[in-house]
Structure formats: structure tokens, C-alpha cells
T-cell receptor, first 114, second 119 residues
Framework: NAGVTQTPKFRILKIGQSMTLQCAQD?????MYWYRQDPGMGLKLIYY???????DKGEVPNGYNVSRSTTEDFPLRLELAAPSQTSVYFC?????????????FGPGTRLLVL | SQELEQSPQSLIVQEGKNLTINCTSS?????LYWYKQKYGEGLIFLMM?????EEKSHEKITAKLDEKKQQSSLHITASQPSHAGIYLC???????????????????FGQGTILTVHP
């Protein structure tokens, strides 16, 4: 299994541009998550999904959108990039069969908005 | 919302020394996770604790959840350069759901502890 994969690894955007961060998992996990990590701030949840077609907001959803058309994929969309969105983005997944389960993380996407 | 405070924020030790990282919560912890992150990489799962007093070990790393379930500690014995990285604690938000139900595994994370081990 490849686990959780993310593309691209690094991207520079200009203010106002849009892009999609890709996330895929091959473990047949039901739950998927998007977090952002700012220096010295830990990780904050942006959006999450409990299954195909079901998504919900996390702690910091403003400026982002998600979709979950398949179990495997959970892309994160930035419509109008802002400098405040400069961060490292992590995708994670878990089975979701019990209340507390291990989340498996992807390698991250570093985004710089100038 | 549940706040998690890690201490210290950074730690520099000589190889072979023992060390402890703490994670303190403002509310009762329901599922406490420890992850390790190397710079530029994703998070690697270390351990999960659920019950008060629970203690788990993996190689030279031991984690414990205190009886009152509001603090966890991560202890590394005889540290090695391979232990260097950022250690993050994460907590399940189950306790935040009014009227019960599931938190769907949403985690709140501490700010991380940067560990440097000098050979």
C-alpha cells in the first residue's frame, strides 16, 4: 500500500490564484481530514469527511473547499489564495470504525502565497 | 475548544540522556495520540492512550496518561540522534460534542516540541 499520498509537494502561488491540493489513500479508509500546520502552532483541522459525498467544516475552513466523490480521493481547493494561507497542508485518513483510531498522515504540501 | 499545551517547546539533549515531554489539556482527554514529525515530512504515529493510568512503550519511548486524564507524558530513555524531530500530542474532541455522539476522530493538536539530540 502507498498509504496517504499528496501532490504537489511544494507550490508557490500568487495572491488571488487558485489551486487544488490532491490527497489519495489506498487503505479503504472512510474518514479523511485536511489539516494545516503553521510554525509553532501545531495542526488545525480545515475540513473532514466521513465517507464519499459527506464533508463538514473543521476549525479553520474559511478560504477552502473540499469534495469527496470517491472513497480514495479528498482534494482541497483554494479559490483565491491569500498570504495567510501560506502553510504546510497535511491530509490524513482513518478507518472510522471505532471512536478512537489511528490517523495516518500524508507527507504534506508546502504552499507559499506571495 | 480543547486546548493542548506542550512543554517544553524545544529541548536540546546530549546523546544517551533521558528526557520527558509533557502534554497538558484544559479538559478531560478522550484518546491522546503522540506523533513524531521529521522536518519536511508527515506525521508518524507513535502511540495512543485512552484510559487513565495507561502506559505504553515502544522501543525506548514510553507514554503515559495520568489518572485524571488531563496530562500525558512522553519519556525517551537513552536518547539517540534518530529521536530528533518534532513531537506532537493530539487529542480526540469527543468530549466537546454536546449531547454525546461522535467527534468523527477530529483531533486537536498541541504546538509541538522540537527535540535536538547531539551526538
Amino acid at each position: 500500500n502507498a498509504g496517504v499520498t499528496q501532490t504537489p509537494k511544494f507550490r508557490i502561488l500568487k495572491i488571488g490564484q487558485s489551486m487544488t491540493l490532491q490527497c489519495a489513500q489506498d487503505m479503504n479508509h472512510n474518514y479523511m481530514y485536511w489539516y494545516r500546520q503553521d510554525p509553532g502552532m501545531g495542526l488545525k483541522l480545515i475540513y473532514y469527511s466521513v465517507g464519499a459525498g459527506i464533508t463538514d467544516k473543521g476549525e479553520v475552513p474559511n478560504g477552502y473547499n473540499v469534495s469527496r466523490s470517491t472513497t480514495e480521493d479528498f482534494p482541497l481547493r483554494l479559490e483565491l489564495a491569500a498570504p495567510s494561507q501560506t502553510s504546510v497542508y497535511f491530509c490524513a485518513s482513518s478507518y472510522g470504525r471505532t471512536p478512537q483510531e489511528t490517523q495516518y498522515f500524508g507527507p504534506g504540501t508546502r504552499l507559499l502565497v506571495l | 475548544s480543547q486546548e493542548l499545551e506542550q512543554s517544553p517547546q524545544s529541548l536540546i539533549v546530549q546523546e544517551g540522556k533521558n528526557l520527558t515531554i509533557n502534554c497538558t489539556s484544559s479538559k478531560t482527554l478522550y484518546g491522546l495520540y503522540w506523533y513524531k514529525q521529521k522536518y519536511g515530512e508527515g506525521l508518524i504515529f507513535l502511540m495512543m492512550l485512552q484510559k487513565g493510568g495507561e502506559e505504553k512503550s515502544h522501543e525506548k519511548i514510553t507514554a503515559k496518561l495520568d489518572e485524571k486524564k488531563q496530562q500525558s507524558s512522553l519519556h525517551i530513555t537513552a536518547s539517540q540522534p534518530s529521536h530528533a524531530g518534532i513531537y506532537l500530542c493530539g487529542a480526540d474532541r469527543h468530549s466537546q460534542i454536546a449531547g454525546g455522539g461522535t467527534s468523527y476522530g477530529k483531533l486537536t493538536f498541541g504546538q509541538g516540541t522540537i527535540l535536538t539530540v547531539h551526538p
